[in-house]
């Protein structure tokens, strides 16, 4: 990227065109310290920032303005060189930060794909297509004349896809059809004579796949380098504030047990009757109901507990007696006991597994016999409804949950079910199972004045 | 098909004197295909087609091309020989009259020649791999079983035949008009289906993954086992391609030819089929009950099939149907009776091989003819030569001097005539021009490199 500064005093004398770098390589720049944490910092902000808005299930429209306001607020500055070099400085902070392990990995990516892309949109016509030609994609823009002629196909192609032909989508790309393969499958481009007809939202959609691709395989890239050499190398200076940026800007993994310590086995019934979330009660209710669970299902409640507070020993005897009608002690010390220490760390690479996200639990997709995955994803609208007057939602609660469930947003979903049952407020919204707990056990100790 | 084949002197087919004395038992047989290898088996226009214009004559000519290309043998007891190469047009015509092959295939051209492959790596640097391949089609009667009354399996007859042909006409026109492609030749497989073999030098680079691109484009299924409907089309139009296939094939095939030929409304077992594929129950009930009553008494002298489709299309087709799922009923159902069904892995692969043109299926003992697109509808696959009809037709003519195109004394010739006017000769042509053009972009380049 050095040749930021020489693109600055060749560009043409209007407006200030937003150089979208695509962090292809790391620059030759000199940094000061400070800066090195600062501008990660800023540019954390906006990433987290971004995050947040996702999780809220905030439409595109407000995406965009929120995209637009948290960099103006965190990365402007009124010299475009000194902007860009924040930019690209930012990013390559953070891939260190964000290349160590693939949880990180992958929130990183998804950031920063985001964000990409709402900056390409916002770029005039010329800064796109120069992002194309940098990506090497033999696209032409189509002539009006010629989209005067095609206008009705191209209509038709829209409408085939339940989409219009807005005026907005009137820039279209003129590419071989072999460059779209893709697209061309799904019949999702207008071709004739063997060019495919790319409308712009698409070609977002391809330059963003690439730029997606691309970063994806240089954090491994850079984790490799970041362990053989680089954190060894610089353990006295960079080391300490890569490791802190990330530590104290990623949201709670839910390791370690903060406010509540710990749950012991008899209190198990009562908090998971006001203060589980429904995947947890659900499977709760199922290990009392079977007397069993199955390994998906053992893993994501076990670890849950865990996260709650339940300590190893209490968790053994829980299973144990939950599992007794069916499985014999001996065979229970045979089977399962290993297991579930070896979720707390105590056996095997002693890794101590965090208990999982929402994010995690609804990706999944329980089989037959299973009760794990996330219920306001996997349930019949039947099963779900049930579930929820039991939990004790009013029914006009239930409506707008299963609202948000029919436009597959599970976690405002959740979030709309915490508000109803507890008939408080939840502004962060749910993104961690444990998370609903721990706010849950907050609002009745302040309702009653003690931990449930 | 296991007649006794006669002992004596197997070359002196002549008889003297006309008729019954020359005619030939109908089967298929090792010494017949000696004579029609001999004879007949255009060795040299299949040379010619392999070759693309690399004939040696001009220096832009690659001289290597014809000897990468793999072709495999199927001989008599199935022994099976892959890999075979050869560089000219003798090495092929000799090796075919003496090996007498029951099938023949033709495969990709490889990085090098096949019967060097050994020498070369799977993988790395110095590679055998395909470079060069055809895109192929193959449309197999037997895939449409669940919508023809008159033959399954194997079998073929006037009454179900066309539904190869509309095949051929949607398939064609997308090739030509959507992906610009313009040298594609038609065979008839010789019992129950057709190949296509696109040609062009775009179609024979293409990818794997642009293949099952193409393959996908073409590809129109549901594919859920709950749903009777084995088509669905969503979307408030059609895609283009679909609705041009609709209107100028699919729509006037069924309604005139497959409708009532195949009896498709005129009994309960029938009928239901197209019930089963309405999404309203209280639709599909309407009609049933309607149907049921006139069951003998037919109002009028048209065909009950045509009447009660008629009536089926005024009740979906009516404006008062809302259901989403209504909306492209109709289409729908003429769409899974009539729609092409492609063989997708056969596409999908560059190393798949495909049997050649003018080959005799061993079963029917009929030629691999071309069938022109644009005379489709005449095409007759009960009227196709066999390979001993042929032998009689050369026996007719008596003994000739003149060796060379033996194939216009019987009825082989008009399909050597199509082979060579609609497709060979044009896409020579093309092959040549593509040839110059590159030699001399290249020579250009090297003279601009050169220049100071």
Known sequence: MEVVQSQRKSSSNNVIVSILPLYRSAPPLEVRLEDFEFFAIDRLRVLKGLSDGLCRGKKPEEMEKLVLDLWKANMRHPQAVEEVNKDIISHFV???VYCRTEELRKWFLSMETTLFRHRFRWGSSEAQRALMSEFKLPYKAVSNAEFESLKDKLGQVARSMGQTLAAADAIFYKVPFEEVPDLVAGRRVFIHKGHAYVAINQVVSLVVTQFRSYLSKALILTNRKWTSTIREQEKDRLTPIVEALCTSYLGPDYSQQQEFGEISIKDIDQVAKTSFPLCMRHLFEKVKEDHHLKHGGRMQLGLFLKGVGLKLDDALAFWKAEFAPKVSAERFDKEYAYNIRHNYGREGKRTDYTPYSCQKIISVTPGIGDH????????????????????GVSSRAVEDVMDKVHNR????ACTLTFEAVHGSSCDAGINHPNQYFIDSQRVLQSKNGSVA | MTKEQADNGRDDMVIDGPGQANAVPDEFNANYLRIYYGKLFPHADMFKWMSYGNDGKHPGCDKSYFGRREFSFTLENDIYIRFQSFNSVTELENSIKEKCPFKIDIGPVYSVDPAKRHAYAQSGDNVFTPVERELVFDIDISDYDDVRYCCTGADVCLECWPLMTIAIKVIDTSLRDDFGFNHILWVYSGRRGVHCWVCDGKARRLTNEQRAAIADYFYVYKGNENSHKKISLPGLVLYPFLARSYTEVLKGFFEAKLLPNQNLLASEERYEKILEMIPDASVASELRRRWQENKRASMSKDDINIVRWEQLKSILQSGKQKMQGLRRCVEEIVF??????????????????????????PKTGRVCVPIDPNNCDEFDPTTVPTLSQLLEELNRGGPRQDAENEWDRTSLGESVTIFRTSFLQPLL??????????????????????SW
């Open chain 2, 429 to 450: 042509k093309s092959c040549k021009e593509e040839i110059e053009n590159s030699y001399n972009a290249k020579l250009q380049q090297s003279k601009n490199a050169l």
């Open chain 1, 409 to 412: 947003h599970y976690q405002l």
């Open chain 1, 94 to 96: 953070l891939r260190l």
């Open chain 1, 372 to 391: 794990h995955g996330c219920p306001y994803r996997h349930f019949s609208e039947e099963n779900l409804r049930a579930a929820l007057v039991r939990m």
């Open chain 2, 336 to 361: 899974s009776y009539t729609y092409p069904r492609l063989d997708m892995e056969v596409s999908k692969h560059m190393n798949h091989l495909l049997k050649a043109p003018f080959c005799v299926h």
